[in-house]
Every structure is written in structure tokens, then in C-alpha cells.
């Protein structure tokens, strides 16, 4: 592996992954990795709807975004919304001086987004459940894999049964 001895906290040396065709020194191996896929000509994941490409899904993601209008990142402050959590972040911090307090290498909450309409929600499987109710003809679902959608119907089935039950009665 090719990396740079750096300078971190004063007098601390720290070998760092390096990108050997500009020199970017990453804190991750991972990170690296990732990197270097922009240097690649290749640009595997293409914009329906521009043509604009790209090395990797999650930076198509962000682009979509930026045609559908989809912001699921919202501020509670003033209702301003962004594409990416990081935009909020910054916005937080600069504007209403509300500085994010995360514990060392602790994940935020994860937000699973319709990129259909912007519904956001809590869990993978309400996202499943939003799309096939909402959007049954979306790319995302002939996109979810069929272990996934098997795992989501037996976690459903038995909610989908007792809510079809509580329909007859009803009745």
C-alpha cells in the first residue's frame, strides 16, 4: 500500500492511504478506494436525465437530486431543505449556530428516501411499503433485490393478514 507519513496533533505521525495520481491523503483505506474511482474515465451509473455520468451510485443519487427537486433533508428551524444531510449540517451550524453532536465514529440515523415523491422513513422495510403502495410501476422496486422483497414479505405477511382480517370484520 502506498500512503504519506502525516503530521496529526502536533508531534503524533500517522501513516495515511494515499491516492497515488493527485496525492489526496485519506483517513480510511475504504475511503481511498472510493476515491479513485474518479480518476477512472469510465463512468458506469448515467443520468436519465441529462447523461451525465458517474463512478458511483451514491454521487448519482445526490445529482438526481438536484433535477427532481427532491430535498428530504429539512431544517427544523426554518423549513429549509437540502439533498444531502451534510447540507444541512453545514447550514445548521452557520446560519442558526446549531453545532451536530456526535459521539467519536457514532452513524446517524439513516434516512430511507423515495426518490419518487421525497417521502422519507425510518426503516428499509417502510420504504418498501411506501413504494409498492404508492409507486408500484418504480425503478426501486425492480431494483430491490428478491431476498430483500422475500425477507420484507414474511416480516408483512403476518401484519398484511391480521389488517385484511380486521377488514372482514368490519363488514
Known sequence: HEGQWTRVHGAVHRWLPTCELCGKGFRL???????????????????????????????????VRTH???RPYKCE???????????????LKKIHGVQ???????????????????????????????VSNVHPGS????????KLAAVLQNKLSPVLQRNSKDDDKDE
Open 77 to 91: 428551524v426554518c423549513n429549509k431543505a437540502f439533498t444531502q444531510r451534510c447540507s444541512l449540517e453545514s447550514h
Open 139 to 146: 425503478a426501486f422496486l425492480k431494483k430491490t433485490s428478491k
Open 29 to 63: 483505506q475504504r475511503m481511498l478506494n472510493r476515491h479513485i474511482k474518479c480518476h477512472s474515465q469510465v463512468k458506469r451509473h448515467l443520468c436519465t436525465f441529462c447523461g451525465k455520468g458517474f463512478n458511483d451510485t451514491f454521487d448519482l443519487k445526490r445529482h
Open 68 to 70: 427532481t427537486g427532491i
Open 100 to 130: 451536530q453532536q456526535y459521539a467519536y465514529k457514532q452513524r446517524r440515523d439513516k434516512l430511507y428516501v423515495c426518490e419518487d415523491c421525497g417521502y422519507t422513513g425510518p426503516t428499509q422495510e417502510d420504504l418498501y411499503l411506501h
